[in-house]
Nanobody
Framework: QVQLVESGGGLVQAGGSLRLSCATS????????MGWFRQAPGKEREFVAT????????SYADSVKGRFTISRDNAKNTVYLQMTSLTREDTAVYYC???????????????WGQGTQVTVSS
């Protein structure tokens, strides 16, 4: 089993930045890819970003490309989502995911966090 715990969410003004963290523990050697999804109120859950640290395959949703960056600190067993130039459309609960390979599909991942709320005010 792999445990994922997100943190770093909060309230930020439009145009601001925020960095989400996903602390991992457990059998982390069993996963090669980690990513982020989000779900806004009344909307479907959507893909945000993913990366396979084995083959370096990386994908971002078009809506966040150039603004969000996924990265990892191996020493801290933590994956980050750096978010810049935030807009109200980025308001959502953000979820960390982990699995064997990158995918745009939520169900393709084996582990999911509980989520952290990001609210962008105008």
């Amino acid at each position: 089993q792999v445990q994922l715990v997100e943190s770093g969410g909060g309230l930020v003004q439009a145009g601001g930045s925020l960095r989400l963290s996903c602390a991992t523990s457990g059998r982390t050697f069993s996963v090669s890819a980690m990513g982020w999804f989000r779900q806004a109120p009344g909307k479907e859950r959507e893909f945000v970003a993913t990366k396979n640290w084995g083959n370096k395959d990386t994908s971002y949703a078009d809506s966040v490309k150039g603004r969000f960056t996924i990265s990892r600190d191996n020493a801290k067993n933590t994956v980050y989502l750096q978010m810049t130039s935030l807009t109200r459309e980025d308001t959502a609960v953000y979820y960390c995911v982990a699995g064997k390979d990158t995918s745009l599909a939520w169900t393709a991942y084996d582990y999911w966090g509980q989520g952290t709320q990001v609210t962008v005010s105008s």
